[in-house]
T-cell receptor, first 114, second 115 residues
Framework: DTEVTQTPKHLVMGMTNKKSLKCEQH?????MYWYKQKAKKPPELMFV???????INESVPSRFSPECPNSSLLNLHLHALQPEDSALYLC?????????????FGPGTRLTVT | AQSVTQPDIHITVSEGASLELRCNYS??????LFWYVQSPGQGLQLLLK??????LVQGIKGFEAEFKRSQSSFNLRKPSVHWSDAAEYFC?????????????FGTGTRLQVTL
């Protein structure tokens, strides 16, 4: 099973709301990633978790808060977002180490901030 | 620092015609190279990867890519394009960061297929 699932598929939230994005994989991968993708642009890395520990934060604003409760789950908590945060949020996972570390992506959550 | 250049923003080919998408990379060490495809509103699907060995790599959906170190290129090819191949294609170079990996993507090439 080479599937990464993400919920919800679509999310509309106001600037004062609190919401969460969820990502799940059952491939036994121990590295998980959050990316943000604006229209007609490549994905931009936000966070990397490795063995359930945050290893990379690409200077992401604190209104985005990642969480990795276990090796299969990755959450992204959202609070007080801005309209410019509207984007496709992609989750990915990989085996640690680059030789087998190709990343598998989920279908994404389309976020609209009003 | 690593970087990836995809010179063609948009390419249009006829169904059944051959395809080549260009990718040039800059990386100080042995590159780990990937091609991903993204259909509208979808996630990225890995087409193929190159780590070492044979410089011509085969991927899914009939795609192949050739690594040319002398030209710092990793071009994607397909001998006969199908209408379902219309999508955005991203070339990426990866590097290890601790126990994870970090991908640097090119800006993408949008492929349009005419019938």
């Amino acid at each position: 099973d080479t599937e990464v699932t993400q919920t919800p598929k679509h999310l509309v939230m106001g600037m004062t709301n609190k919401k969460s994005l969820k990502c799940e994989q059952h491939m036994g991968h121990r590295a998980m990633y959050w990316y943000k993708q604006k229209a007609k642009k490549p994905p931009e890395l936000m966070f990397v978790y490795s063995y359930e520990k945050l290893s990379i934060n690409e200077s992401v604003p604190s209104r985005f808060s990642p969480e990795c409760p276990n090796s299969s789950l990755l959450n992204l908590h959202l609070h007080a977002l801005q309209p410019e945060d509207s984007a496709l949020y992609l989750c990915a996972s990989s085996q640690p180490g680059l030789a087998t570390g190709e990343q598998y992506f989920g279908p994404g959550t389309r976020l609209t901030v009003t | 620092a690593q970087s990836v250049t995809q010179p063609d923003i948009h390419i249009t080919v006829s169904e059944g015609a051959s395809l080549e998408l260009r990718c040039n990379y800059s990386y100080g060490a042995t590159p780990y190279l990937f091609w991903y495809v993204q259909s509208p509103g979808q996630g990225l699907q890995l087409l193929l990867k190159y780590f070492s060995g044979d410089t011509l790599v085969q991927g899914i959906k009939g795609f192949e890519a050739e690594f040319k170190r002398s030209q710092s290129s990793f071009n994607l090819r397909k001998p006969s394009v199908h209408w379902s191949d219309a999508a955005e294609y991203f070339c990426a170079v990866g590097r290890p960061t601790g126990t994870a990996s970090k991908l640097t993507f090119g800006t993408g090439t949008r492929l349009q297929v005419t019938l």
